[in-house]
């Protein structure tokens, strides 16, 4: 293994900008709003801020449809704003990482335009067009977010190929003239002062340019066949490319997201030697609780423990020594963790929210913290449907309720409740004023109405909250080296109620343990005599009686 990076010792906090804050009363968060809450970015003890996308986008997928790289959301501010905003994080010492969406455009991006104006364009092979084969789709490859992954232009008598949806054509990163062009403006963004690059659905961006037909595909049950164009043959190829023309110049921070990679994948993209990326994020503990009747994320399932450990451990175990683990609960396109693997009822949330933080961040790799995870943010329950913004869940609405019939609309309601990503997607919730201090306006998406029960403000007021003990288990990152270093060891994986490991160096260890139930257990674990608790989110410590929701971490010398 090679010696400690930075960003290994790093803790990263994910802000999706048009949810974090509003500066001027549009409804809708902004750059400025980012710059005015950098001190409690700063107080909370992160080093690495993620933006989720704010480049010129139509917003047919919230940002993740851009149609100009080098350009602001008008909505999120101006370049300048951009450039200020690097310029005061720096100066709080803080780093900025970026969004990059490279797997597809927008069909608004001038590229596309170009792109779709004839077959002899110089810009056609920039994306994917085929023929029609008997008058269909060029294969039987289905959109992540439902339906076919192919949509006619009837300009030029083709198919483009969209693996999202139909506004987000995918490039053709076969052509080296479009490699060069997302080069290019990545190199432009470092000499802005970005920090580091998250890529989204990177593993996606080679395809087998044969485009065989996807065996697993059932549009009777919402199907995908991202699986199908995932870590493709030239992947590698293409990635080490990028390394040597734009990762490698500065000393950044890089995160592919890998949807369908195992470690023997994540190894090949993020091997200490591989010189392609630093860490992935993979999505393997992210499906455990995914529907046992085929629809995927759609399911209001209980996860159990046992998955939860044997995922996480694998992960652990596989990567130590040879690669680099991203440690994530949650992100914009994932439920909120507290509901989801925790307890959000008002006697539980906070004992649940310290658990699950515990049990994160004392493993190897680097802990990415989204928005509102820090003070305990639940996830949302709107009335109705049409209250919902989020492309995915709408088509899922259409798509599995309207159109087949396969699910209740009460049913797919509570499938919605558990599983939307509008769930992550609600409003920052800063104080108990009105529009939880987000806005002044009307917000984009509606606030979670338990705002005054659930705010930075009432958090930081609290000595005992869920924000200061994530300050301090970002504290203990920094501080204790074993966190970075030592081994991961599972103890007791057949416990489906108590999850509970070790990290291990030559002369000390950490044992970490955790109740993921409501009740009290009794457990027969052996604290050494001299062991330090480190952190606890109880007052007292009662031994091996573990009661609800307890977590906590002792050291000791060896």
Do not use: C
């Not at 597809?104 to 590229?111: A, G």
């Not at 992960?315 to 020594?321: A, K, P, R, T």
């Not at 919902?388 to 259409?398: E, G, H, V």
């Amino acid at each position: 293994m090679m010696a400690n990076k930075w960003w290994q010792e790093a803790v990263v906090y994910q802000v999706y900008p048009r949810s974090f804050q509003d500066s001027d009363g549009d409804g809708m968060g902004d750059i400025p709003g980012i710059i005015q809450r950098l001190p409690y970015l700063k107080k909370l003890g992160v080093d690495v801020i993620w933006l989720s996308p704010v480049y010129k986008s139509p917003n047919a997928d919230n940002g993740y449809d851009i149609s100009d790289y080098q350009a602001i959301q008008p909505a999120f501010g101006t370049m300048a704003d951009m450039k200020q905003l690097f310029a005061k994080a720096h100066e709080l010492g803080l780093k900025i990482m970026m969004d990059l969406v490279v797997n597809h455009t927008s069909d608004e991006h001038e590229w596309f335009q170009q792109s779709r104006q004839s077959k002899d364009n110089p810009y056609r092979d920039f994306y994917i067009w085929r023929d029609p084969v008997d008058g269909h789709e060029p294969n039987n490859w289905a959109s992540d977010f439902g339906g076919p992954a192919w949509a006619f232009d009837e300009q030029t008598g083709q198919y483009y190929l969209h693996i999202f949806s139909k506004k987000q054509p995918d490039l053709n990163w076969e052509n080296p003239k479009l490699r060069q062009a997302i080069y290019d403006m990545m190199n432009w963004w470092l000499e802005q002062g970005v920090d580091g690059f998250r890529m989204d659905v990177i593993n996606l961006i080679s395809k087998a340019m044969q485009f065989p037909d996807d065996p697993s595909v059932d549009f009777g049950k919402h199907s995908s066949s991202m699986e199908m164009v995932a870590n493709g043959p030239r992947v590698h190829k293409f990635l080490r490319e990028m390394n040597e023309q734009v990762l490698s110049k500065a000393d950044i921070i890089t995160v592919g997201e890998t949807p369908g990679v195992t470690p023997a994948d994540a190894i090949k993209y993020t091997g200490f030697d591989a010189h392609e990326l630093q860490m992935v994020f993979q999505f393997e503990h992210t499906v455990i609780d995914d529907s046992k009747d085929g629809l995927g994320k759609w399911s209001d399932e209980r996860f159990a423990l046992t998955d939860l450990k044997r995922v996480l451990s694998k992960w652990q175990v596989e990567l130590d020594g040879k690669a680099w683990n991203s440690l994530y609960w949650n992100n914009h396109d994932r439920p909120r963790v507290v509901s989801r693997f925790g307890d959000d009822r008002p006697e539980y949330r906070e004992l649940s929210a310290k658990m699950l933080g515990t049990v994160l961040h004392f493993m190897q790799g680097t802990p990415y913290i989204y928005q509102g995870e820090e003070i305990g943010m639940t996830n949302i329950a709107y009335d109705k449907i049409t209250d919902y913004q989020d492309i995915d869940t709408l088509n899922a609405y259409q798509d599995l309720v309207v159109d087949q019939k396969l699910v209740s609309p009460e049913q797919m309601m509570t499938y919605v409740y558990h599983s939307s990503r509008d769930n992550a997607r609600t409003p920052m919730q800063w104080d108990a004023t009105t529009q939880a201090g987000f806005t002044t306006g009307t917000p984009w998406l509606k606030v979670n109405e338990n705002y005054p029960q659930i705010n930075v403000a009432k958090a930081v007021d609290d000595s005992n909250s869920i924000s200061y003990y994530y300050q301090r288990l970002i504290a203990l990152r920094h501080e204790l080296s074993i966190m970075t270093t030592g081994h991961y060891e599972l103890l007791e994986p057949d416990d489906t109620e108590v999850y509970e490991y070790k990290r291990v160096t030559d002369d000390e260890e950490l044992l970490v343990i955790a109740n993921f139930t409501n009740h009290n257990v009794q457990r027969d674990f052996v604290v050494p005599a001299g062991a330090t608790q480190v952190i606890s989110n109880y007052e007292d410590d009662a031994g091996n009686m573990l009661r609800p929701y307890e977590a906590k971490v002792y050291q000791y010398r060896k």
